[in-house]
C-alpha cells in the first residue's frame, strides 16, 4: 500500500507547483490556466457527454489497429524467428522501415487511404508492428538450442516444436512486444488525429486550440495520459489472468 501511495508524492507536489505559479501569475492564464480551470474544463465536457464520445472513438480505433498488428506481427515474427535467411536478406529493409515515423508517412497515408478509418488504421499498424514483430522474433531465436535439440530426438515436427518449445521460451519477449505496441498504438493515434481527424481526443485538443481554449488542451492531455496508463495496467492484470505463470513488477 506504502508502494502506492509513494507514486502520487511527485504529482501532488507537481500539481502544488502549477497551482502556486498560477496563483502568483507568473504566467498568463491564457498560456498556463489554473488547475481549477482545467478541472472546470474537464467537467464541462464530462457533463456534456463529449468527452465521453471522442474518448469512446479513439479508443475504439486504438483496439481495432492494435488487434490487426498483433495479428500479423506474431506470426511473422515466428516465421522469421525460425528462418536462417532472414537476418541475410530482410533485415535490412526492415531497419529502414523501423526508422520511419508513421506520423511522417501521413501526408502519403492520406492521399492513398484518405481521411476516412482507414487512414487511422494504417498509422496505428504501422506504429505497433515493429516493437511486437521485432520482439516476437528475437524471442523466437534466443531460444535455448538444447532444448530444441532434445525436442527433436523426441520426434517433434516443427509445429509441435514451436508450440511446445519456441513459444513458451519467447513468452516473455512476445508480452514486453504486447505492452509496448498498445502504448505505441495509443499515441500514434493521437497524433494522426491531430492532424486528420473529425473526432477522437487528439481532434478534441486541435479543436481547443483553434477556438484558443487551453484548458481544454490540458484537460485532454490529462486524459491521454490517464488512459494510457489505464490501458497499461488494465493489459497487464488480464494477462496475470490469462497467463497465471507469467509475472512482471
Not at 86 to 111: K, Q
Request: proline share 5%; charged share 15%.
Amino acid at each position: 500500500m506504502k508502494k502506492y501511495l509513494n507514486a502520487f508524492i511527485l504529482p501532488i507536489l507537481i500539481l502544488l507547483a502549477w497551482y502556486g505559479i498560477t496563483r502568483l501569475q507568473l504566467f498568463s492564464p491564457y498560456l498556463l490556466p489554473s488547475p481549477g480551470t482545467v478541472w472546470d474544463a474537464l467537467t464541462e465536457l464530462a457533463v456534456s457527454g463529449e468527452l465521453v464520445k471522442h474518448l469512446s472513438i479513439s479508443l475504439r480505433r486504438v483496439f481495432l489497429g492494435f488487434l490487426l498488428s498483433a495479428s500479423a506481427a506474431i506470426p511473422l515474427g515466428i516465421f522469421c524467428g525460425r528462418s536462417r535467411y532472414f537476418h541475410t536478406y530482410c533485415w535490412f529493409l526492415l531497419e529502414f522501415l523501423r526508422h520511419v515515423p508513421p506520423l511522417a508517412a501521413i501526408p502519403l497515408i492520406i492521399l492513398w487511404a484518405g481521411i476516412d478509418e482507414a487512414s487511422k488504421l494504417t498509422i496505428i499498424f504501422l506504429a505497433s508492428f515493429f516493437p511486437l514483430f521485432l520482439n516476437t522474433c528475437s524471442g523466437i531465436r534466443n531460444c535455448d538450442p538444447k532444448l530444441l535439440e532434445v525436442g527433436r530426438s523426441l520426434g517433434f515436427s516443427h509445429m509441435q516444436l514451436i508450440r511446445h518449445i519456441q513459444l513458451p521460451a519467447a513468452l516473455e519477449s512476445i508480452v514486453t512486444g504486447l505492452q509496448l505496441s498498445l502504448g505505441y498504438s495509443w499515441r500514434a493515434l493521437i497524433g494522426a488525429e491531430l492532424i486528420a481527424a473529425s473526432a477522437g481526443i487528439g481532434y478534441l485538443i486541435l479543436d481547443a486550440e483553434e477556438m484558443s481554449r487551453p484548458d481544454i488542451v490540458l484537460a485532454g492531455m490529462l486524459c491521454i495520459g490517464i488512459i494510457g496508463s489505464v490501458l497499461d495496467w488494465a493489459f497487464l492484470k488480464i494477462l496475470r489472468k490469462l497467463i497465471p505463470w507469467y509475472r512482471k513488477n
